[in-house]
């Protein structure tokens, strides 16, 4: 079963424009991770939050993360064509399970 | 070290046929994880290794599935007697962390680039 779930299922941008995705989780958790997945390939990881953070930053990405409402969101400003791909998230739960659960993606098309 | 290596990259069998994955995770990690991932959807969690000990398996890990990691190093994920359903990319990860209170509470994998089975 999947942790969280994403929304939008699918994003469709120009270069330039920002892009936003916001994921959302059932069980409280230690921390919340987004990764990168091109098509046909292995997930590259892109940033961490830990629970008792807020917002993260790390190059043109930007992550939020509210715990009372158990939901993220991941900004990434000024986009390129090379950041066509999905984006997921993933959570590790706060109760001893080692194991990350994925939601179900962000499909991201940057257009030139 | 080149990074997390799975073998074969592609597979296709018939029904009922075994197969065998094997994940080369990197070398400094202690551990190994087999995520399923079908068409459209998030990687799905199917089984953990710390070392050459078994922590977790799914409920997705029917008796058909078995994993292994000998020697705490390779690991090799068999399916017996496939199925169509079990088309699917089958993806390994590793990472490195200390067990119990001594952990980061940080765990952040190093995934491979996926074994695709297509089951006919």
């Known amino acids: 079963s999947q942790q969280g779930e994403e929304d939008p299922q699918a994003l469709s941008i120009q270069e330039g424009e920002n892009a936003t995705m916001n994921c959302s989780y059932k069980?409280?958790?230690?921390?919340l991770q987004w990764y990168r997945q091109n098509s046909g390939r292995g997930l590259v990881h892109l940033i961490l939050i830990r629970s008792n953070e807020r917002e993260k930053h790390s190059g043109r990405l930007r992550v939020t993360l509210d715990t009372s409402k158990k939901s993220s969101s991941l900004l990434i400003t000024a986009s390129r064509a090379a950041d066509t791909a999905s984006y997921f998230c993933?959570?590790?739960?706060?109760?001893?399970?080692?194991?990350?659960?994925f939601g179900t993606g962000t499909r991201l098309l940057v257009s030139p | 070290d080149t990074g997390v290596s799975q073998d074969p990259r592609h597979k296709i069998t018939k029904r009922g046929q075994n197969v065998t994955f094997r994940c080369d995770p990197i070398?400094?990690?202690?551990?190994l994880y087999w995520y399923r991932q079908t068409l459209g959807q998030g990687p799905e969690f199917l089984t953990y290794f710390q070392n050459e000990a078994q922590l977790e398996k799914s409920r997705l890990l029917s008796d058909r599935f078995s994993a292994e990691r000998p020697k705490g190093s390779f690991s090799t994920l068999e399916i017996q007697r496939t199925e169509q359903g079990d088309s699917a990319m089958y993806l390994c990860?590793?990472?490195?962390?200390?067990?119990?209170?001594?952990?980061?509470?940080?765990?952040?994998?190093?995934f491979g680039a996926g074994s695709r089975l297509t089951v006919l």
């Open positions: 069980t409280s958790i230690n921390n």
């Open positions: 993933a959570t590790e739960r706060d109760t001893g399970f080692q194991k990350l659960v």
């Open positions: 070398s400094e990690h202690n551990r």
């Open positions: 990860a590793s990472s490195f962390d200390l067990p119990g209170r001594m952990s980061s509470g940080a765990n952040v994998l190093t």
